[in-house]
């Protein structure tokens, strides 16, 4: 049935393009012309609003953004807290985000798209969408370390010291008897990312438990290049400042069955020094049914759909063609 559907559009292209050429020749210029325009990557995009002094209640308002009505969870009342820095403009270590689309300039690349949410980083928020600082972070901008200490969950993941936590929790009970597991999607970034020996690090942790690993057992950090999508500094390739980021993965992490009341603990951190910023991009924290924790690969939506556009620049694209072909061996014959 395709086959045939793709079958009739090749035929109306050259009908259509048969008779246009009758009438002017001027259209194989600007079939060519719109086609040349329509011939590019999905459109990148981030628009980040920070979290600033000004943002009353963080912890609630951060709540808000990741956990939607329908969530399967009910957010113990004053249970949440919200450790980062929250100051205006490059200081600030926490933003909302939307619209996350990054496409590859090359087209070579994956797209990567996720749901809006909360944006946690070991320094600076307010990254630019180019990748052209080597250094992105407070030192890099000579401004001051956020002064959050370290965590001490991470600090037992990595084993060493960690420094300027950003880390959001809650406590929570579901709302259907059935659930069994929180899942959510998020998007590692790192300017540590490939060169850095040393490793920030990123834990979601139900019950006192991390269950943020990828795959093949690695925790959620900058030293595991299998999971990355290389944006090398000054390629343009992707519109994020960050060395290297995540697919859109999709992380399951069971509660203790023992418990009532369950608590979530979301934290990023710098591990060993604070130089080179790292970030997480979290959205739509749900109740799950669900009993293996982990990661098991990216999520389904981690590669943004082709655009409708596209398959339009095709068609647009070989009209052009066989337009240009038509003009060609019709003005050899005249």
Request: charged share 10%; glycine share 10%.
């Amino acid at each position: 049935m395709l086959n045939v559907i793709v079958c009739n559009i090749w035929r109306t292209i050259f009908f259509i393009g048969a008779k246009m050429l009758k009438s002017t020749r001027s259209i194989v210029g600007g079939a060519i012309l719109v086609s040349l325009s329509l011939v590019s990557t999905a459109a990148s995009a981030i628009d980040l609003a920070l979290i600033e002094s000004s943002v009353p209640d963080p912890a609630e308002q951060i709540l808000t953004r990741l956990i939607g009505n329908g969530s399967g969870i009910v957010v113990v009342p004053g249970s949440a807290s919200f450790i980062g820095r929250a100051e205006p403009g490059n200081l600030a270590q926490s933003a909302f985000y939307s619209n996350f689309n990054l496409s590859d300039s090359t087209g070579l690349g994956p797209n990567v798209s996720i749901g809006d949410g909360v944006l946690l980083t070991t320094g600076v928020a307010n990254f630019p969408l180019t990748n052209t600082v080597n250094d992105w972070s407070a030192q890099g901008l000579n401004i001051p370390f956020p002064p959050t200490g370290g965590n001490s969950l991470l600090s037992g993941l990595s084993g060493g010291s960690t420094y300027n936590q950003n880390v959001i929790s809650f406590d929570f009970v579901f709302s259907n008897s059935t659930s069994r597991s929180l899942q959510m999607n998020f998007v590692f970034g790192s300017e540590e990312f490939p060169t850095q020996s040393i490793t920030d690090i990123f834990g979601f942790f139900v019950d006192g438990v991390n269950h943020a690993y990828f795959p093949n057992g690695d925790l959620i950090g900058n030293n595991a290049s299998s999971n990355f999508v290389d944006n090398p500094l000054g390629s343009g390739n992707y519109k994020i400042e960050y060395n290297g980021f995540t697919k859109n993965m999709l992380l399951t992490a069971p509660v203790d069955p023992s418990l009532s009341v369950h608590t979530a603990v979301i934290a990023i951190a710098n591990t060993n020094d604070s130089f080179y910023d790292s970030g997480v991009f979290i959205s739509n924290i749900r109740a799950s049914n669900k009993t293996d924790g982990g990661i098991g690969g990216p999520d389904s939506n981690s590669i943004a759909p082709v655009p409708v556009g596209s398959f339009g620049t095709i068609i647009l694209t070989f009209f052009a063609l066989s337009l240009s072909y038509f003009f060609i061996r019709r003005k050899r014959f005249l």
